[in-house]
């Protein structure tokens, strides 16, 4: 088979692709965590751990969430950083 | 000017991000750029106002 | 364990958006939705599914991810109210 770095000009197009692709998809991200902003989250973490806070916002890197009123296992932690590592998902409403 | 007195300024981290998001996300890569850059801050202050400590403290998975 | 999720790239996520998934998670946890969008930088995957009062959403991060299996495609009805979600209706704003 003939790779595909074989063709110059396929290899432009195929990456203006890719590039549309990671940008409409990142901009939707992006928008969504936006929209998260004071919403209450329920985290679901590892060691099956399951907390609520308000969300805050997060990091670009996607590494930390910035969250208010944390209800913890032994109370409520003001303000918490959240490491995305910890968590598998979470979940609000719209 | 009293620049070409100094030794000429490393490579500021600004333009590279920017050729970074270039390559990544072309045509679209200044707006994506804007949008973290507005993310990023409000992280930041938020940060630097609320003074957020980690949960929990160690790491559940290193 | 490292899994392909990850490293399947922009086109790929892309082709997955839209579709009623079901996301596989270790230790027997899965969810379905419909899949807004990927996150390009984490692999993070949103997830919506239709409620009586609009929606939830579930965001799930990309490094939980250890399988994404589609299951349909979405009607045009459907396809439609998909799009409303976190469209670029407005410009993120600072907070004052």
């Known amino acids: ?94 | 000017s009293w620049r070409s007195s100094v030794a000429p300024p490393a490579e500021r981290p600004g333009e590279r991000r920017a050729a970074e998001m270039r390559k990544l996300y072309g045509e679209d890569a200044s707006k994506i750029l804007a949008m973290e850059a507005a993310m990023q801050l409000t992280f930041e202050r938020n940060c630097d106002l609320k003074r957020p400590k980690y949960w929990p403290v160690i790491p559940l998975k290193l | 364990m490292p899994h392909d999720w990850l490293l399947l790239g922009p086109l790929q996520w892309f082709s997955y958006v839209h579709k009623q998934v079901k996301v596989k998670l270790g230790r027997d946890e899965e969810h379905r939705g419909w899949l807004v969008t990927v996150d390009p930088v984490s692999a993070s995957l949103v997830l919506v599914n239709f409620t009586e009062r609009g929606a939830s959403v579930r965001v799930v991060m990309g490094h939980a991810v250890e399988e994404v299996e589609v299951l349909r495609e979405a009607d045009p009805e459907t396809t439609e109210l998909l799009c409303t979600y976190f469209l670029p209706l407005e410009t993120p704003k600072l907070d004052p």
Do not use: W, Y
């Open chain 1, 1 to 94: 088979s003939i790779p595909s770095s074989a063709v110059p000009g396929g290899n432009t197009e195929l990456l203006q692709e890719e590039q549309q692709a990671r940008s409409a998809l990142r901009e939707s991200f992006l928008r969504c965590l936006l929209s998260i902003s004071n919403k209450k989250v329920q985290f679901h973490m590892h060691e099956n751990v399951k907390v609520e806070a308000t969300f805050g916002a997060s990091d670009i890197d996607v590494l930390n969430f910035q969250v208010s009123n944390l209800h913890t296992p032994i109370g409520v932690q003001k303000e918490a950083l959240i490491r995305c590592q910890d968590v598998i998902s979470f979940t609000f409403d719209v």
